[in-house]
């Protein structure tokens, strides 16, 4: 499977980063512990449930009592997609964020190639109801919330009708929260690719304002970067000296185990000399670099 507007298909030579070792996996976690590590996000340009020591990953998590911060592309392969299976991801994550790129069979074929529309829906409402029953039975143990990871393009720009379907749907099935993020672009990327999917910034004002609204009316929390005022500011950009940086308590481990201090995939997926690369005033642009 290789979505359209996943990074790697937005890069000029399209291949991963490869695989990384549970040994790199291991000593990053357990270097970050000493700094009062608060959670691990399993990140990947795929899907995390396929990472070969996924289930040892869980483990030393799990042992560490730091909670996993997942997000999946709905699919829940081979045992994940078990009760069983989903019952642990819910013990053991924080937040549960599940990919949604379309809202019917056509878009979301095209938007996730082999991926089933009515497989998706079928295994986040078992996974929401699980949850439900989850929480009334634990008693004070955290069991983790569940959120839809929506992103926006020129094929899934819901109208007024299509959102009041999607806040109807998630909040009878006990979805949490829905993250509304219009699609990101690499410099890098084709412009026939930006053509077809990219959107307008008329038309993220127009989205903002009906998810605004719209989100008044539901019991289900809607964040999101579509409502950060940087990007609704007449696309002026971002004054770093006044916006502080939301990511300046994170590290992003490469599979090679060299760090970055900053999450924008122009650095690692397209041009880093770009513009698009890093803030004119970023703190973290000359941060020092080492691996695990």
């Given at each position: ?221 809607c964040e999101g970067s579509l409502f950060f005022e940087p990007l609704l500011a007449a696309q002026e950009p971002c004054r770093e ?52």
């Amino acid at each position: 499977m290789l979505c359209p507007l996943c990074f790697l298909a937005q890069r000029q030579a399209k291949f991963g980063l490869g695989e990384m070792p549970f040994a790199t996996v291991r000593a990053a976690i357990e270097n970050a512990l000493k700094e009062g590590l608060r959670e691990v996000i399993p990140s990947t340009m795929g899907e995390p449930l396929l990472y070969s020591h996924f289930a040892e990953l869980l483990e030393l998590c799990e042992a560490s009592g730091v909670p996993l911060n997942l997000t999946t592309n709905g699919s829940f392969p081979g045992k994940w997609g078990t009760e069983e299976g989903m019952r642990r991801l819910l013990h053991a994550c924080s937040d549960i964020k599940v990919s949604c790129m379309g809202f019917d069979d056509a878009v979301f074929s095209e938007m996730m190639p082999g991926g089933d529309f009515s497989q998706w829906k079928s295994n986040v409402e078992r996974l929401a109801s699980l949850a439900r029953t989850e929480r009334a039975a634990a008693g004070d143990e955290p069991v983790s919330t569940i959120s839809l990871q929506v992103t926006l393009h020129k094929k899934f720009a819901p109208d007024a009708g299509a959102v009041h379907s999607i806040l109807h749907w998630a909040q009878s099935i006990g979805i949490d929260r829905i993250k509304w993020n219009p699609a990101v672009f690499l410099s890098t990327a084709p412009d026939e690719l930006v053509r077809q999917y990219a959107l307008e910034p008329d038309k993220i004002l127009a989205l903002n304002s009906l998810l605004v609204q719209s989100a008044k009316s539901s019991k289900v929390r809607c964040e999101g970067s579509l409502f950060f005022e940087p990007l609704l500011a007449a696309q002026e950009p971002c004054r770093e000296d006044s916006i502080p940086c939301p990511f300046d308590d994170e590290l992003w481990v490469l599979p090679d185990g060299s760090v970055q201090y900053c999450p924008n995939p122009e650095r690692r997926y397209g041009n880093p000399a770009s513009s698009m690369a890093q803030c004119s005033r970023c703190l973290m642009r000359n941060a020092p670099r080492h691996k695990f």
